[in-house]
């Protein structure tokens, strides 16, 4: 088990060097330091999922290896996504994510992230490889979150988080504390979007509303600025299932 | 005013958008300052003086910006002042309506080594919303004197001065994670001793700020600057993170933890009469009809009310006098300079006094009483698809829509806009076919004078002028970044009748210091022409343009020529025309819509001059007044097959 673990780590690491186009062995040994073990990419290569290249230098993934490395780095960004917005755990997410890594399932991966409403980035900023129930892009009803373009006008909803690869457009919503964690209020859609958050209506373009994800909150709308967001009875049973492993 | 030995502090008033900074400005320096109920009516920086026992402090009003960080040229402008070194004191304007959007601000702010005073305005409306704000626990949060205000009604002046004498530093700047405040300390350490805000410039670079770089290279030079990259660089590599995104996540945190502390009660407010009221004016169908009787009910109210009030005026100051030169002076050359038809008095003071300023003031009032409603932004809204169908993105909304109220100011506002493609646009098209406020008012005036479908015929033509224009422009112009649309849009208010009587009076006061002198100058211009002939040999000149294509008698040249000192004075002339049935329906539509378009007004021309250069605001100048002829000349063709 503790072999499995140590794999996993470096296939992960190997996969941020491949985002960063350098998959260099040295880069590797640097990476992990005086922990680097030169025995477990000799297994890596021998279970087929990795190959190394030019006079053993480069390190490049076996479709295996991709395949893999791929889920586990799925699986970190979406726990940490998990942590971070649903849980609002601030300082210890990327640790938690660590270790739900190497224990979560593929169905159980792909649960979480349809509850997630299949976000595209993790808290970092880097890009959550998508899985099957991405590229399905099924929009299931029990999924609870919901794009704020699909809010009817009136509701409110708790921002999950915003899909954005644009800083300006980031930076902006920010200062205007449409941000995760925020409530925010549908008013109008047409000839734009018309949204209020903490106290401010905010006008905004269609495009910028698709990107916004946002938690269903139970109960009347007049008291939506009262109640949290009592989590729903499939996040709550997901939850105790991840917590219970 | 006794100087002290103690050079002036300079005190910076920043804030968001549209919080009340302007209002406070003018609170402490007894200065006037454009207020008004919607973003972007400051856009430069304006200074004044202030005594607070003895001690002379220079404040200053900037326009609203909602981060340090970004990047647009307005905030850069407020930034680079604080950054500069001679801003000794900050006072921020918190609107308390918006207070999250406001702390996320004075997050940052902690992070400058400047002394801090926070203001938190407008408690009037929180006050009825039911929210109760604790301004001690801000204060010993922060670690700075918070001041309660109102300032619309002044209150909170006094203590404001106070504060600004015991403006303290802040506690302690918001504190980030561990990796981040390392990565913070190394940054650091690559600074010269000698560099101010070092924690806030660090924070700048981490977040690959261009202008901070510009500013480290020049300070530090090219090695360092490089060296602090390739320390960056490294640590995003080792630690796989995000700085922006884990900065924006830190403030939010002080945010929420603050304001959970502060705001004591909160009763959830039901929806208020006046955010409905918003809303029906944003919607299509119920928004245009709005519009629609909004510039119908100005319409009777200008032309009713002003014309009420020049008929008046005429009786009552004007014909005693013309009665009594014309017995006192009998020479012919001096009766003529004086009340002849291009005199001085005649035409250069009644046509200020008389025809023009009845109709300023009361389009003025109604205008001013929309803008402190806070009707104007909402049109961004509404007009939304317009804009989108002629290419061109949200952002540059705003700008276009305060054309309607002051193009100079509206042209200056386009600095917002990061594209230079939709900048240009922009520009372009405010300074072509929109009417701004006097325009509008003068147009509704004289062609009141035939009935308000010809106002909207005119109002038409200037509307499908703007959208051809645009798409040409869009079409001719390449550059494919696009900009993003985020407006937050002002609270609608009760107009305060102090507020509109004083920018009312402001207004037209500025109009009789600039017009006046214009006024009688051009009068004397063009009685200089008239009596050496030259306007005559100039009327036979242009008589195949104007009486041929334009369809117009060729004394409309009169104002055309006093058109290019100051558009104002064309309207007495062409009041005169009407009156005089010189002008039938169609010829009067003609004159008006050609006179709104043919040169834009000098001010204007100042302001695209800064924005864009010499050489593209003489192509505009010149692009705009050929086309306007032309343009007029189609419409005069049109129309006619239609009457
Ligand atoms: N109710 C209320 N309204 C206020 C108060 N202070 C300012 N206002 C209104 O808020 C609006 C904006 O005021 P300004 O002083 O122009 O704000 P600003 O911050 O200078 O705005 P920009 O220069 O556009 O960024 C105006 O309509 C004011 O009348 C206040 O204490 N209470
Ligand atoms: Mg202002
Ligand atoms: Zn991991
Ligand atoms: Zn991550
Ligand atoms: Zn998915």
Redo the contacts with the bound molecule.
């Keep these: 088990m503790k072999d499995k673990v140590d794999m996993d780590e470096y296939l992960e690491a190997l996969w941020y060097m491949k985002e960063n186009n350098n998959m260099s062995k040295a880069k590797l040994v640097d990476a992990f330091g005086d922990d680097y073990k030169e025995e477990i990419l000799q297994r890596l290569i021998n279970e087929e999922l990795i190959t190394l290249l030019e006079d053993k230098k480069e390190v490049s993934f076996t479709e295996k290896g991709e395949a893999l490395a791929r889920r586990i780095v799925r699986a970190h960004r979406l726990a940490e996504r998990l942590l971070f917005d649903a849980m609002g755990m601030s300082k210890d997410f990327e640790k938690g994510a660590c270790e739900f890594e190497h224990t979560l399932t593929e169905e159980l991966i792909n649960s979480i992230c349809t509850m997630l409403g299949h976000p595209k980035e993790c808290p970092h900023g880097l890009p959550i490889p998508p899985g099957d129930c991405c590229l399905k892009a099924v929009k299931t009803v029990e999924s609870s979150v919901m794009h704020l373009s699909d809010m009817r006008i009136g509701q409110s909803g708790r921002i999950a988080y915003i899909n954005s690869g644009n800083d300006e457009e980031m930076h902006k919503l920010n200062g205007l504390q449409v941000r995760p964690g925020a409530i925010i209020k549908l008013h109008q859609t047409y000839p734009a979007y018309v949204v209020e958050c903490e106290g401010a209506n905010v006008a905004i373009d269609e495009d910028i509303a698709k990107n916004i994800t946002v938690w269903r909150i139970q109960g009347s709308k007049s008291d939506a600025h009262k109640t949290e967001p009592s989590l729903t009875k499939q996040k709550k049973s997901l939850w105790c299932k991840i917590m219970g492993k | 005013m006794k100087q002290t030995d103690k050079t002036d502090k300079n005190v910076l008033i920043l804030?968001?958008?549209?919080?009340?900074?302007?209002?406070?400005?003018?609170n402490l320096t007894g200065e006037y300052t454009?207020?008004?109920?919607?973003?972007?009516?400051?856009?430069n920086i304006k200074g004044a003086f202030c005594t607070v026992e003895g001690y002379c402090y220079n404040i200053i009003?900037t326009?609203?910006i909602y981060s340090l960080h970004i990047q647009s040229e307005e905030a850069s402008m407020v930034r680079e002042k604080i950054l500069s070194g001679d801003v000794d004191i900050i006072v921020q304007?918190v609107d308390a309506n918006h207070l999250k959007q406001s702390l996320s601000l004075t997050a940052e702010l902690t992070q400058l080594s400047i002394p801090l005073v926070l203001v938190l305005?407008?408690?009037?409306?929180t006050a009825r919303k039911g929210i109760w704000i604790d301004s001690k626990k801000l204060s010993y949060i922060v670690g700075v004197p918070v001041v309660e205000?109102?300032?619309?009604?002044g209150?909170g002046t006094n203590r404001l001065k106070q504060a600004i004498e015991t403006a303290r530093l802040p506690k302690s700047p918001v504190i980030f994670g561990d990796v981040m405040e390392s990565a913070l300390s190394s940054i650091i350490s690559f600074f010269p001793d000698s560099m101010r805000h070092r924690r806030a410039n660090a924070i700048f670079t981490l977040l690959n700020d261009q202008y901070i770089e510009e500013h480290i290279e020049k300070i530090a030079g090219a090695k360092t600057l490089q060296d602090i990259k390739d320390t960056i660089a490294d640590l995003k590599n080792r630690f796989q993170w995000n700085p922006a995104k884990l900065l924006s996540y830190t403030y939010s945190r002080w945010v929420d933890s603050v304001y959970d502390e502060i705001v004591k009660k909160q009763a959830s407010a039901p929806q208020s009469f006046s955010e409905n009221l918003a809303k029906y004016c944003r919607t299509p169908i119920t928004g245009f009809p709005i519009l629609i009787g909004i510039i119908i009910a100005v319409f009777f109210l200008v032309v009713e009310v002003a014309d009420a009030l020049t008929g008046f005026l005429e009786d009552l100051a004007w014909k005693p006098v013309e009665d009594y030169i014309k017995t006192v002076v009998i020479d012919r050359f001096w009766n003529d300079l004086l009340i002849g038809d291009y005199g001085v008095l005649s035409m250069g003071v009644a046509g200020a006094i008389l025809t023009v300023l009845p109709i300023l003031s009361v389009f003025y009032i109604l205008y001013n009483i929309l803008?402190?409603v806070?009707y104007i932004p909402n049109l961004t809204v509404l007009s939304k698809r317009i804009f989108s169908k002629i290419g061109l993105s949200g952002a540059t909304i705003l700008p276009m829509v305060l054309g309607f109220g002051c193009k100079t100011m509206a042209t200056l506002t386009t600095k917002t806009l990061a594209s230079k493609k939709e900048r240009y646009i922009a520009i372009f098209l405010i300074a072509f076919a929109i009417p701004c406020a006097p325009q509008i008012g003068l147009s509704m005036s004289l062609l009141g004078k035939i009935g308000i479908s010809a106002f909207f015929i005119s109002f038409a033509i200037l509307v499908l002028v703007e959208i051809i224009t645009g798409l040409i422009l869009n079409r001719i112009i390449k550059e494919d970044r696009t900009q993003v649309f985020i407006q937050m849009l002002?609270p609608i208010?009760m107009p305060?009748i102090k507020?509109i009587a004083k920018k009312t009076y402001y207004r037209l006061l500025e109009f009789l210091k600039e017009a006046f002198p214009v006024f009688i100058l051009a009068s004397l211009v063009l009685f200089t022409l008239d009596k050496t002939g030259i306007l005559d040999a100039l009327k036979v000149f242009l008589e195949p343009m104007v009486k041929g294509a334009l369809g117009l008698p060729v004394d409309i040249v009169d104002a055309l020529i006093v058109l290019l000192a100051r558009r104002e004075a064309s309207v007495a002339i062409i009041a005169k025309m009407i009156e005089a049935n010189m002008l039938d329906y169609v010829q009067s539509i003609v004159a008006v819509t050609l006179t709104t378009m043919f040169f834009p007004c000098v001010a204007n021309v100042g302001s695209i001059i800064r924005m864009l250069g010499l050489r593209s605001a003489i192509v505009i100048v010149v692009v705009i007044t050929i086309s306007s002829v032309i343009v007029m000349t189609v419409a005069n063709w049109c129309l006619r097959l239609v009457f």
């Excluded at chain 2, 454009?34 to 856009?43: E, G, Q, R």
């Excluded at chain 2, 305005?121 to 409306?125: H, V």
Aim: proline share 9%; with cysteine; glycine share 10%.
């Design positions: 804030g968001l958008p549209n919080c009340g900074k302007s209002q406070i400005f003018s454009l207020v008004a109920n919607y973003p972007l009516s400051t856009i009003d326009p609203g304007c305005n407008a408690l009037d409306e205000s109102i300032a619309i009604k209150v803008e402190d806070g002002p208010r305060n507020n």
